[in-house]
């Protein structure tokens, strides 16, 4: 069953987009309802899975800090899955994307050194189904409508 938004609803998820560590009761003055209605709203949204976690927003010094890549990765066949775990459990890996094209994912990473890129790249090669890996450092951001 697919849980029905309110227009309250996108307003709580909009507040808590921008801090979701925003203490309830002030979620409720920014909404005008009462301390208990948004509770009660917040453990809907999370039993119905619209909220699926709360994250942790690193502050724009140290997030620029980090050296920043894309590793294109070609998979064997039938290792997706297995390649995809492996990334998964790695917490510089911040996405991962299935593409078209020569590769077959693009995994975005976020590094504190070019030794340590250079140590994860290896860690990727070595995974059991990588079949070959092309890698690019990101110089600069652009656009990021994130």
Known sequence: MKLRLTDKDE?????????????????ARELGLSRSTVQDRLKRLEEGGVIAGYRVQIASEVEQALL????????????????IQAL???PDVEF???VSGKFDLIAGVAVRSSEYLDRLLDFVGATDGVVRTESVVVLSTKLDRR
């Open 11 to 27: 307003s709580l998820l909009a507040l808590l987009k921008s801090n979701a560590r925003m203490p309830v009761s002030v979620l």
């Open 68 to 83: 920043r890549a894309l590793i294109m990765i070609e998979i064997a066949p039938h290792a997706s899955a297995s390649v």
């Open 88 to 90: 998964k459990r790695r």
């Open 96 to 98: 991962v994307y299935t």
